[in-house]
């Protein structure tokens, strides 16, 4: 066992889970040394700056979703139908079993310096477009309803990202039953019909095994870029 490498992954997750807690701006070095079981000084052979670390968190998780999200759409041919009822599934997903890294993308961008801002800002835009333009192709060919493709993305988008604050492993519902609920509201919201104009059935449209997708996900989030930051510090 590569205890370097461990004690990096436990900075780092001690690191996340005091950003979506506390906030970026509330949490100190000190603090995460502490939560780690570790002094200051050793923490930096871990660990870049405060500000380092919430960068690679941001890239690794848009980095991941952006991945994920284009490889969904081109398996499902872009057909719209199914392919939002994945990207529901998939962001739902990663905001259930991610949820701590899930909070501190969606809450703490702008305190990143102004190049990384706009490094995922542009990403953000491009996820957005993708679950946008899935819209925008169920309404030309007449199997959605709505007159406001953005602002339809915008509420979809919010309804499946808010899971991350109330999910828990325990409760009365898996990831998975969530994932085909929201796809049900969310394909209700869309007023999303059959190829016949027929009332769709979230569990034949859904992609199913929302795994593979996942697994794209957490080659670059999911702690994943972050984890291999970690164990490369560890090391050297």
Same mark, same amino acid.
């Given at each position: 066992?590569?205890?370097?490498?461990?004690?990096?992954?436990?900075?780092?997750?001690?690191?996340?889970?005091?950003?979506?807690?506390?906030?970026?701006?509330?949490?100190?070095?000190?603090?995460?040394?502490?939560?780690?079981?570790?002094?200051?000084?050793?923490?930096?052979?871990?660990?870049?700056?405060?500000?380092?670390?919430?960068?690679?968190?941001?890239?690794?998780?848009?980095?991941?979703? @952006?991945?994920?999200?284009?490889?969904?759409?081109? +398996?499902?041919?872009?057909?719209?139908?199914? #392919? %939002? /009822?994945? =990207?529901?599934?998939?962001?739902?997903?990663?905001?259930?079993?991610?949820?701590?890294?899930?909070?501190?993308?969606?809450?703490?961008?702008?305190?990143?310096?102004?190049?990384?801002?706009?490094?995922?800002?542009?990403?953000?835009?491009?996820?957005?477009?993708?679950?946008?333009?899935?819209? @925008?192709?169920?309404?030309?060919?007449?199997?959605? +309803?709505?007159?406001?493709?953005?602002?339809? #993305? %915008? /509420?979809? =988008?919010?309804?499946?990202?808010?899971?991350?604050?109330?999910?828990?492993?325990?409760?009365?519902?898996?990831?998975?039953?969530?994932?085909?609920?929201?796809?049900?509201?969310?394909?209700?919201?869309?007023?999303?019909?059959?190829?016949?104009?027929?009332?769709?059935?979230?569990?034949?449209?859904?992609?199913?095994?929302?795994?593979?997708?996942? +697994?794209?996900?957490?080659?670059?989030?999911?702690?994943?870029?972050?984890?291999?930051?970690?164990?490369?510090?560890?090391?050297?």
């Amino acid at each position: 066992m590569n205890t370097r490498a461990s004690t990096g992954e436990r900075i780092w997750q001690a690191a996340l889970t005091l950003f979506a807690r506390q906030g970026f701006a509330g949490t100190s070095t000190r603090d995460i040394a502490v939560a780690s079981g570790l002094t200051q000084g050793s923490l930096y052979h871990y660990m870049g700056s405060k500000d380092d670390l919430l960068e690679q968190v941001m890239f690794g998780a848009m980095t991941g979703l @952006v991945n994920a999200a284009r490889e969904l759409s081109r +398996a499902t041919g872009g057909d719209p139908v199914p #392919t %939002l /009822a994945g =990207l529901v599934q998939l962001h739902v997903a990663v905001h259930a079993r991610h949820r701590m890294e899930a909070m501190v993308v969606d809450r703490e961008v702008a305190q990143l310096g102004p190049a990384n801002q706009r490094r995922i800002t542009a990403m953000r835009d491009e996820y957005e477009d993708l679950w946008r333009e899935t819209i @925008v192709r169920g309404i030309e060919a007449g199997r959605f +309803a709505v007159a406001d493709p953005r602002l339809a #993305t %915008l /509420a979809l =988008l919010g309804m499946c990202t808010e899971v991350a604050t109330w999910y828990r492993p325990r409760g009365r519902m898996s990831e998975d039953v969530i994932g085909l609920r929201f796809v049900q509201m969310s394909l209700g919201l869309l007023r999303a019909t059959d190829a016949g104009g027929g009332e769709v059935d979230a569990e034949q449209v859904s992609v199913g095994d929302i795994a593979p997708y996942l +697994a794209i996900y957490e080659e670059r989030g999911g702690h994943g870029m972050v984890g291999a930051k970690a164990t490369a510090r560890a090391g050297s």
